[in-house]
């Protein structure tokens, strides 16, 4: 039986249309996605969107819509995003589907049956733009003097029945769980914000609201629907099956890893294990922090009107350009900055020069000087091996990238081989080789060409695209394009289709 994986992206919060932050956070859960698939496991990706609560219900309101009308619409916006970025998902939820509501009511059920639900009064500070709620201490002063949460949201004062769940009762339970699973939170700079939250000590959780109606109802206790974060967080639970824990899905739970932003790391690493502990649920085996990403040195706000859409971005440099730049800039985990500068400069010279010249240089040589087939390699030098040698072991070394989400070192790993074929081409000089030795040109085309195709094999979860592209033009058949495939050696003599450039520089038009 093939290995599983199950990873998911939060669900995107529909009050406004999907932004290049969003995109982020799929684009890099896909790449890990089809990363697995590309190793063999059988993959279950899941993406969608949270459709409750208040923040959702006020932005319907402000637009004079019913919540319903104004989510549809809106998550068909993060639908068509997550198309047009070419994320791989296998399902989509929507937390306003009847499959979610079972899980949430069933879950409901189980943790009032094991006793970690009461019913109490809220009285306290909550955060709409957040969704959250923040004690006195949290808060911080805003510069005309009002109190904000320590995100810089508003906060209001809710004082409401509500029912609580007993977080307090599971702060050393959650310890323990963090000190025997130290890869549960990563990277290690938010396992260490989250151990020191919860060796604060942890207030209970309030869990439902009584002052709106647009949530999932509270079972048995019509005025109340459920806090919006636990209706959220089970939605990695309601796509895998749940309750049906003999559904084929739920064989994927636990989950292997969540991708979320760094802001939500304590609802996915403190609250949602909770939840799932105290229901008798196994927790997922690991949560990714990733930063947060500005632009040109400025936060992205409506109000700034420097938001990004990423369809945009992608209809003038291409999706996979866009894909490439945004988890080559900078380090996963680390907060970056947004420039087009610099997205046209890795553009221009890492895909347009180092790789589509490279494969470009290549293929035209084949085609003029092999009579368009694969060229036969007959004596192999060290500097042939050198480079053969370094392409074949990408997979062994992206494996073990990837499996700690460094995808920022994958790319690194793979632009060295990459950079080393330069060398080689330039240093072999193959189109010198034609006249004096044909013989040794074709042995120095065919290691390129080899090496391209692992180049272009583990680079298809970065650029799916692209990749197809030059896997098409290097002639290697639909079913041998993955890792394990690599082992097979293609039959020489086969002629290949007409090279064309995979990456155009992009110049910018006079305006
Ligand atoms: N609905 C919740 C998540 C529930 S998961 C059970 C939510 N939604 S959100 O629409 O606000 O999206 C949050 C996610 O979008 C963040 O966790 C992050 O992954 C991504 N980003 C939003 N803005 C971002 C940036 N400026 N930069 C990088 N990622 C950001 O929170």
Known sequence: MRKRFYITTPIYYVNAAPHIGHAYTSIAADVLARWKRLDGYDVFFLTGTDEHGQKVAKAARDEGLEPQAFVDRVSAEFRAMAARMNISNDDF?????????????????????????????????????????????????GPDGTKLAPSGAPVEWVREPSYFFRLSAWQNKLLEFYENNPDFIAPPSRRNEVLSFVRSGLSDLSISRTSFRWGVPVPGDADHVMYVWLDALTNYITAAGFPNENSERWAFWPADVHIVGKE???????????????????????????????????????????????CALA???????????????????????????????????????DLGNLAQRS??????????????????????????????ALPEILRDKLDRQALHEALD???????????????????????TDPRRMATVLRVLLDSLRVIATVLQPFMPASMARMLDQLGVPQDLRNNASLAVDLPSGVALPAPSAVFPRFVEKAT
């Open 93 to 141: 939820i929507r937390t306003t589907e009847p499959r979610h509501y079972a899980a949430c009511s069933e879950l409901w059920r189980r943790l009032v049956a094991n006793g970690h639900i009461y019913l109490g009064h809220y009285e306290g500070w909550y955060a709409v733009r957040d969704e959250a709620f923040y004690g006195e201490d949290e808060l911080v002063i």
């Open 315 to 353: 209809d003038t440099y291409g999706v996979d350009p866009v894909r490439y730049f945004l988890l080559r800039e900078v380090p996963f985990g680390n907060d970056g900055d947004f420039s087009y500068r610099s997205l046209v400069n890795r553009l221009n010279q890492e895909l347009a020069n």
């Open 413 to 435: 790993e793979i632009w060295k081989v990459i950079r080393a074929a330069n060398i080689y081409i330039d240093r072999q000089a193959p189109w010198v080789l034609r006249k």
């Open 264 to 310: 939500i790391v304590r609802f996915h690493a403190v609250y949602w294990p909770a939840f799932l502990m105290a229901a008798g649920i196994a927790p997922p085996k690991r949560v990714f922090g990733h930063g947060w990403w500005t632009v040109e040195g400025q936060k992205m706000s409506k109000s700034l009107g420097n938001v990004i859409d990423p």
């Open 363 to 392: 293929l035209m040589l084949v085609a003029r000087e092999c009579g368009g087939q694969r060229p036969e390699a007959s004596g192999l030098t060290a500097d042939d091996l050198s480079l053969k040698n370094a392409a074949y």
